[in-house]
């Protein structure tokens, strides 16, 4: 609950009578609910113990005592009841003298008199209750700023002076502020009862302030520092208050801390390795935060005793090696051979070797479990990685039906100066408590070497902490001083556990350092020369924990050599082996290996995507009706209605874009597929054109899911409004594409311009994913896109730049063999299209499932054609037989008058029907063809070049409604060049038969000649097709597209409805002219 709304929770309870005024007074709430009048400016700083943190303490207390004024210290109570009966705000409390005191012993509670209102309370009594009410300020204090002198920073640079301090000594000013003046050292000795907000005496009632202060210190001050007491429920800071106050609680067994030993052998030795073989190799080592693979294996073992079975893991390059191997068991050998620099042996440009991900199944030794581990692989842009880890996650979690998370775990590491200046950390933070986008609790690890490649804190962020940003999901954050590895240890116990009790995110901040520079090349004292000379002269942290255990007497100093002999000759094993081998396989890097998908499959072999008509009637039908329990639930009456209109179309057998899509997806579903649909309002459709969750009108969250509800035995159908996200939301629904190939994944821009601000994602890892981790993902990005005179913002989907990063080659004309057209979606990065009819679409979206391979689409999609009348599409381009047309030629009367055509119009979405309305009123229609590119990439050259080839007379042009160096034309134009004039060898095909006077029977020049035309060839001819083409004899009548359109401009489009309008006359006259 967010503190305002509990503040005026707490107040609407207050007991008939409680003068609420004077409550809002301290609270310092008095008029905050209005925003024309402040707050009472002295409130809080009226009453000294009150402030802006303590105060959700104050509310706590006063929640308690409104339930039951017992519940809460009696001096609380006093408190309250002081304040309620009208003291005013200053006087129900009183600055505390010194504590020191004539009998300076325990004070009984019994003591304390209880305050009636009228006159003043009485002088001792209300000078016992100053004394408790210090005591408890005290601790308060401690639990909320003790971290502020914990001493976290192996460095001591830091916080200059504060790991110096003596155990037990007066309490810090930095912590307990005003209390500070008054405490004198005679009141060390006196007993105070512990209230119930700590749990330091564990079965002791009652301590010695100096005990008190001293074990406050020792839990809040030492190697770890707890940031908890912003978060909102009692109940979660009651928990952490007891993980860590309570004594005896970092207790290690002997074991433990041999077992911890080991591990923080091999995380050194492997770096020391590296470093001796590999001296001059990047590699950015985890040296100065070793403790990172104890840390994570810490918190793999206490969640896997906890019941995870599945880790989900991102991170940056910092030690990823060292996790791969240490943490994963990735074996060495495939770690070295990436230093040693082979060819691949398989598919793929693969990607540097702390970028690439991994998949491992193993043992859990410590649990004797099978846990799964994925490490996700990830580009060089920090953070980028954390939403597909939370996709990935949340999707392993939907399909084991891991409803709370407990068997699928994410874990992120973060760099310090990445995790607070990225601003995908936050949007990341914002997805984990959303119903449809949660991971049920993610533990957050930082390597806070206190450096940024060159860069100090100080100069790389705002904020106190690298860590801040987690605050906001009131996710608790545990700093810990990296050189004390049984600290770390027990961090990280309480993150697992926070994790499986609450669910929620929780922060390991291990405070570090950096021995080398930011890679192994790099020289640190050129720019932090005082941090390095500091550096140089620490011990790693293996020696000083080994050195700890020596003198503690729990291992002898042979055991620990033999341990570290052990993992040296491991290492000196794989390195020899690693000599022999003589390629790298991408396919060993694989982070979400999909078993059996591809097994068993023709490659280039697709299902058909038509549906039998009485499933589109069933979808169709059914997407057009109340709720089954339509008397209970009440519909919207404009909803009524287009639920209305949606049944006469059914009943007519044609399907708008809302129709055609739901039966996609109905169709899917009832194959068992299950769809997701993700992004900013598509529940209804920025263009309130889907409406797939009808809302109850008179009950709040009644909800009917329309497309969940179709058969019986479907698959689930999911449909969700993101957070205001495009970065993180869309990174997550990739993430979810990953885990399951029978699956479609889809997220819609709101227009299709937001997807910029989701670029990493777009460039990093749609477009390259699959080149660089041979990563397969069937991903449909939905990108509305189109003129219409809505402005420069909600124009373009910048089509140009997904064409742009298309892995085509516009210079090599593909064989024409049989499978054509399933070869090129096979060998591309991505589809582009931008179909016309809501057919086309509906295929289109069928076809990512029918493939035998996953790969990204990406659609432009419609905005005036959503509610468009031509724009709709029969049963029976939907039905069996029918399928997804890269190319919808002409089929007017054009097509039948082929040889007297003067110009064939190539165009793409919404402008054809611009484009055939103006040919319309020309009386144009018999002269002009206008054929429309639905499949932008790959290039479906086959039926352009068949398109030309049936107009032999006609001029060429590409019409487009966006500017000239926006949209599809830089993209098409030298793809249309290619197929129309790339054909020398067919040259002496075409006179031989043309010599043997073959007989053409009833077939049309085109159809005679098409099969000659596009033989089946191996891609080597074409090679050799495309390198002499200059040769060619064709080419010297090259027949070539001309471009109408808007001319180039900076901007994607008018803020002038006017000049639209003038803009979109003037194309179509271009186009048109003759
Ligand atoms: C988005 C992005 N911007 C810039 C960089 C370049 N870069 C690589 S590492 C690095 C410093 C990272 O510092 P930190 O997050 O503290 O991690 P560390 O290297 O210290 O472990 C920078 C700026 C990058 N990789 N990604
Ligand atoms: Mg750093």
Known sequence: MNRARMVSKLLSQAPPGTPLVAVRAWLGVGARGKASAPPPPTALAAEPFLNGSSSNYVEEMYTAWLQDPKSVHQSWDTFFRNATRGAQPGQAYTSPPTLAEPTPHHVPLSALAPISAGPPAAALSQKTIDDHLAVQGIIRAYQARGHLIAALDPLGIDREGVAERPATTMPARTVVRQYADAIEEADLDRSFTLPMSTFIGGNEKTLTLREIIKRLEDTYCRSIGVEFMFINSLEQCNWIRQKFETPGVMHMEPQEKRLLLARLTRSHGFEAFLARKFSSEKRFGLEG????????????????????????????????????????????????????????????????????????????????????????????????????????????????????????????????????????VYETFHLSELPQYTTHGTVHIVVNNQIGFTTDPRMSRSSPYCTDVARVVNAPIFHVNADDPEAVMHVCNVAADWRN???????????????????????????????????????????????????????????????????EKILEDAFQAAQTETQVFNKHWIDSPWS????????????????????????????????????DFVVHRGLLRI?????????????????????????????????????????????????????????????????????????????????????????????????????????????????????????????SGQS???????????????????GPEHSSARLERFL????????????????????????????????????????????????????????????SLLRHPDAKSSFDEMTEKSEFQRVIPERGPASENHQNVKRVIFCSGKVYYDLIAARKDANL?????????????????DLVKQECLKYPGADLVWAQEEHKNMGAWSYVQPRFATALNQERHLTNEIQRHTQGSVEHGSQSWYEYWFPWLFPTSSPTDVAADSTDSQSSTISSHKRVVRYAGRPASPSPATGSKKTHIRELKQLLEDALAL
């Open 643 to 767: 639920l209305n209109s949606r049944m006469e179309m059914v009943n007519a057998r044609t399907v708008d874009w809302a129709l055609g899509e739901a039966m996609a997806f109905g169709s899917l579903l009832k194959e068992g597929i299950h769809v997701r649909l993700s992004g900013q309002d598509v529940e209804r459709g920025t263009f309130s054109h889907r409406h797939h969750i009808l809302h109850h009108q008179k009950v709040d969250k009644s909800q009917y899911n329309i497309l969940a509800n179709l058969y019986p035995d479907q698959a689930p159908y999911t449909v969700c409004n993101s957070s205001l996200s495009e970065y993180a939301v869309l990174g997550f629904e990739l993430g979810f594409s990953m885990t399951n190939p029978n699956a479609l994944v889809i997220w819609e821009a709101q227009f299709g311009d937001f997807n910029n601000t989701a670029q990493c994602i777009i460039d990093q890892f749609i477009s």
């Open 501 to 567: 009790t609450f669910h929620k995110d929780v922060v390991i901040d291990l405070v570090c350092y950096r021995r080398n520079g930011h890679n192994e090349i790099d020289e640190p004292m050129f720019t932090q020369p005082l941090m390095y000379t500091r550096i140089r002269k620490l011990k790693p942290v293996v020696e000083l924990f080994a050195e700890k255990l020596m003198n503690e007497g729990v291992v002898t100093k042979q055991e620990v050599k033999e341990v570290t002999d052990k993992y």
């Open 804 to 863: 742009q990063m298309t892995a085509d080659d516009p210079d090599i004309l593909p064989a024409f063999t049989e499978d054509f057209a399933i070869r090129q979606l096979s060998d591309i990065n991505w589809i582009i299209a931008n179909c016309s009819t809501p057919a086309n679409y509906f295929h289109i979206l069928r076809r990512q499932i029918a493939l035998p391979f996953r790969k990204p689409l990406v659609l432009m999609t419609p905005k």
């Open 289 to 424: 935060c070793e403790i990172l693979i104890p840390a994570m294996k810490q918190v793999i073992d206490r969640s896997t005793s906890l019941g995870v079975e599945s880790f989900v893991m991102g991170m940056p390059h910092r030690g990823r090696l060292n996790v791969l191997s240490n943490v994963c068991r990735k074996p060495l050998e495939h770690i070295f051979t990436q230093f040693i620099g082979l060819d691949t042996g398989d598919e793929g440009s693969g990607d540097v070797k702390y970028h690439l991900g991994t998949y491992q199944e193993r043992l859990n030794r410590v649990t004797n479990k099978n846990i799964r581990l994925a490490i996700v692989a990830n580009p060089s842009h920090l953070e980028a990685c954390n939403p597909v880890v939370q996709g990935k996650t949340r999707a392993e979690q939907f399909y084991h039906g891991d409803s709370e998370g407990n068997k699928v775990l994410s874990i992120l590491l973060h760099g310090d100066a990445a995790f607070s200046g990225q601003g995908i």
């Open 772 to 790: 660089k981790w041979i990563r397969q993902s069937g991903l449909v990005l939905l990108l509305p896109h189109g003129m219409e005179g809505m």
């Open 596 to 631: 059996g998908f591809f097994e068993g499959k023709d490659p280039l072999k697709a299902t058909p995507t038509g549906v039998h008509e009485d499933t589109l009637f069933h979808i169709g039908r059914r997407f057009s009706s109340v709720p089954p329990n339509a008397s």
């Open 925 to 941: 229609e018999d002269k002009i063809a206008i054929s429309r590119v639905e499949q932008i990439a790959p290039f479906p050259y």
